[in-house]
């Protein structure tokens, strides 16, 4: 299920062997850019490890591993991997140390009490069981899109092109696959089987079938765009935008350096009255307005 990660001596396995302690001035400097972007740590759990080889190989996709980098990833690592126990004995390939006892267990320019409060809201949305799927549930919705959109063609079929059976049978296709862009992100989040094939089984078939998308290509965007939401230049669905409007002092200076005579954004002050809440939810969404942890 996972690639074997490129084989390197765990230095915690030597008998008598203390781990080596690292700072988070250290780790920050480990990042893949500036003058040692050949290399790339991380810190799950306090333990440090080096991905420069492995992030390529990563199941879940290069980016999203390499956007932690520097940082601390224990939040991102509980939350995208299903079977914890698998991952981590690949892990152990990679371990090259852990933190120092005087440094905190995440970067500094985290807030602290957010994390807390986030972890705090998690162990108690796991203990009430919120996150246990209801399988009939998950059946009916599939059955349900699969008759909307059958009904949707039996119209046309049946009763023809006019004006009537036309708008009954958008409004029926369309509501099929609305649903359907629901189910497959669920599916696609690995949230309702337990093994991750069935998951992406059925993902496949209902981003394919009713909506004519690759399962693969979402997924890679949308798991950066939950792993660092609204960070730019690292959540996908941020970086659509410059061609269209532009926000914060460093993107503006950025274009402006370019000296392009026109540009979309310059008239992006009428958007609010055009197709702002339309076109750009994710952006103006109240959810989005508070402060993350990343």
Not at 3 to 19: D, H, L, R
Not at 46 to 65: C, E, L, M, N, T
Not at 82 to 109: C, F, H, T, W
Request: proline share 5%.
């Amino acid at each position: 299920c996972c690639p074997q990660p490129v084989a390197k001596k765990n230095p915690e396995s030597s008998v008598g062997f203390s781990p080596r302690r690292f700072t988070w001035e250290e780790i920050g400097l480990r990042t893949g850019q500036g003058h040692l972007q050949q290399e790339r740590w991380l810190v799950i759990d306090r333990k440090v490890y080096d991905i420069s080889q492995f992030y390529q190989q990563h199941p879940g996709g290069a980016r999203v591993i390499s956007h932690y980098a520097g940082q601390d990833a224990t939040d991102a690592f509980v939350a995208f991997h299903v079977n914890k126990a698998l991952v981590r004995k690949y892990m152990s390939s990679l371990l090259i140390g852990e933190l120092a006892p005087d440094q905190i267990s995440m970067e500094p320019s985290k807030n602290k009490l957010l994390v807390e409060d986030f972890r705090e809201l998690h162990a108690t949305i796991e203990r009430m069981g919120l996150l246990n799927p209801n399988s009939l549930f998950f059946f009916l919705n599939f059955l349900h899109i699969l008759l909307l959109e059958a009904a949707s063609w039996i119209t046309l079929w049946y009763f023809g092109t006019s004006l009537v059976p036309l708008l009954i049978s958008a409004v029926l296709l369309t509501t099929s696959q609305t649903q359907a862009g629901y189910l497959h992100h669920d599916m696609g989040h690995l949230s309702v089987f337990s093994k991750p094939k069935w998951n992406h089984m059925v993902q496949t078939f209902m981003i394919g079938q009713p909506l004519g998308m690759a399962a693969n290509w979402w997924n890679l965007r949308h798991i950066q765009h939950h792993a660092k939401p609204n960070c730019f230049r690292k959540d996908p669905d941020l970086n659509m935008h410059s061609s269209l409007f532009t926000f914060g002092k460093v993107l503006s200076v950025e274009l402006g350096m370019k000296k392009k005579k026109f540009m979309p954004y310059n008239h992006q002050h009428k958007y609010f009255f055009v197709s702002e809440y339309h076109y750009f939810p994710k952006v103006h969404s109240p959810s989005n307005c508070h402060r993350r942890l990343n």
